[in-house]
């Protein structure tokens, strides 16, 4: 994305249906990713260049950067079915 300031909305398609279990399973990822990956970038990178190949390594770098650079709606970390 080259302007994401410019982004109005965003519409994913997901490979799972949107059930309470495939939102635990989200919201566990999304965790992960922000306390692995975005808390400690540079040895997250250093990890995964040592131990996947070389697109799992490129693919580490633009979602730190994907991260870095954009926001998450309030309320992404909400525990599945604890309402709004």
């Not at 080259?2 to 490979?15: G, N, R, T, W, Y």
């Not at 070389?54 to 599945?80: D, E, F, N, V």
Request: charged fraction near 20%; glycine fraction near 8%.
């Amino acid at each position: 994305m080259q302007k994401p300031e410019s982004v109005a909305s965003l519409m994913l398609i997901e490979s799972e249906p949107a059930t309470a279990q495939w939102a635990r399973k989200l919201h566990g990822l999304l965790g992960r990713t922000v306390t692995e990956l975005c808390d400690n970038e540079a040895q997250a990178l250093a990890w995964i260049s040592t131990h996947r190949d070389a697109r799992t390594t490129r693919l580490g770098k633009s979602a730190a950067r994907l991260l870095r650079t954009t926001t998450l709606p309030p309320g992404h970390t909400r525990q599945p079915g604890a309402g709004p």
